[in-house]
């Protein structure tokens, strides 16, 4: 994978893992690097998706898409109740 590549992962991790955050309801304790990290995972798993369901992963592609967002979504909600709530400072 070439730097190009790496940044445009975390670029569009970023854009998929916000999605997922949008979508998923309450307050989510993630910090944004862990958006990203989970952005960037669900990426990867709806581009896996959709290439099993042998829809074309070249480009831009609408299920594939989202595929990504879906994922992006079940990785937010996992991470939301397995993460570690922030508690206050006293």
Same mark, same amino acid.
């Given at each position: 994978?070439?730097? %190009?590549?790496?940044?445009? $992962?975390?670029?569009?991790?970023?854009?998929?893992? $916000?999605?997922?955050?949008?979508?998923? *309801? /309450? !307050? =989510?304790?993630?910090?944004?690097? #862990?958006? &990203?990290? &989970?952005?960037? +995972? $669900? @990426?990867?798993? /709806?581009? %896996?998706?959709?290439?099993?369901? /042998? #829809?074309?992963?070249?480009?831009?592609?609408?299920?594939?898409?989202?595929? =990504? &967002? $879906? @994922?992006? +979504?079940?990785?937010?909600?996992?991470?939301?109740?397995?993460? *570690? !709530?922030?508690?206050?400072?006293?």
């Amino acid at each position: 994978m070439t730097i %190009g590549g790496i940044i445009t $992962a975390i670029i569009f991790g970023a854009i998929i893992g $916000a999605l997922g955050r949008l979508i998923v *309801p /309450g !307050k =989510q304790n993630m910090s944004i690097w #862990l958006t &990203v990290l &989970v952005g960037i +995972v $669900a @990426a990867f798993a /709806g581009t %896996g998706l959709a290439h099993l369901f /042998g #829809l074309k992963t070249e480009g831009w592609n609408f299920w594939e898409t989202i595929f =990504q &967002v $879906a @994922a992006a +979504v079940i990785g937010v909600w996992l991470v939301a109740a397995l993460w *570690p !709530k922030k508690t206050g400072t006293h």
